[in-house]
């Protein structure tokens, strides 16, 4: 495709479930992020992938939060035993050759009750 | 402290108006890149304007155009004749760091909100 695609658009959890997020960049996309978005707030950053390699997870909330991107193509974010505090929207963006644009998805709209 | 401050929580212009979205960042990096986003209601997010660090020239794209004082570390956002479908959230934000390292990253802001009025 041309852009950028998540799946699923909107995700429902109970608490302590765990859940599955996925990315496919652009193809040929070296850089792929993800954030997380709280409600009216900007996106803070989560982790960053060069390739396969995860070059940065500081910005994970906690351990229950996992990232990996296996063949350096698509991403899958998961969190396990899912909090109230995890809903959010997650962003994913990749980053080409060209780094004065980064291209975002849509988006992941996660509701944790 | 804020890498990345957007000291205007919300502004509102007239439509056919210019308005200025302020943006102040903080880096020790010599190299960087500072982005514009907009994000609509519907929650995409989208690309408006690039400034790197070492041009000279303040960036330009369409109606926007980016206000770049090196020396006050500010990335201002102008947009000229502002349109109803301008309203909407925007964002500042600032890549630092290595390609090729874990420094690699992009800090936003906390966002403008921007009502144009008709």
């Known amino acids: 495709g041309a852009g950028v695609s998540q799946s699923p658009r909107y995700k429902v959890a109970k608490r302590g479930q765990d859940v599955a997020l996925r990315c496919d960049p652009i193809?040929?996309?070296?850089?792929l992020f993800w954030y997380q978005q709280a409600l009216g707030q900007g996106p803070e950053f989560l982790t960053y992938?060069?390739?396969?390699?995860?070059?940065?997870k500081s910005g994970l909330p906690s351990d229950r939060f996992f990232a990996e991107r296996p063949e350096g193509s698509v991403s899958t974010l998961k969190i396990q035993r899912t909090q109230q505090e995890d809903s959010a929207v997650y962003l994913c963006?990749?980053?080409?050759?060209?780094?004065?644009?980064?291209?975002f998805g849509p988006g992941t709209r996660l509701t944790v009750l | 402290a804020q890498k990345i401050t957007q000291t205007q929580p919300g502004m509102f212009v007239q439509e056919k108006e210019a308005v200025t979205l302020d943006c102040t960042y903080d880096?020790?990096?010599?190299?960087?890149?500072l982005f514009w986003y907009k994000q609509p209601s519907s929650g995409e997010m989208i690309f408006l304007i690039y400034q790197g660090s070492y041009d000279e020239q303040n960036a330009t794209e369409g109606r926007y155009s980016l206000n770049f004082q090196k020396a006050r570390k500010s990335a201002n956002l102008v947009i000229s004749a502002s349109q109803l479908g301008d309203s909407a959230m925007y964002f500042c934000a600032m890549r630092e760091g290595i390609f090729t390292s874990g420094t690699y990253k992009y800090i936003f802001g906390t966002g403008t909100r921007l009502k144009v009025l008709a």
């Open positions: 963006a990749s980053v080409g050759i060209r780094e004065d644009e980064q291209f």
């Open positions: 880096t020790s990096d010599q190299s960087y890149g």
């Open positions: 193809s040929g996309h070296v850089s």
């Open positions: 992938f060069q390739n396969e390699a995860q070059l940065d």
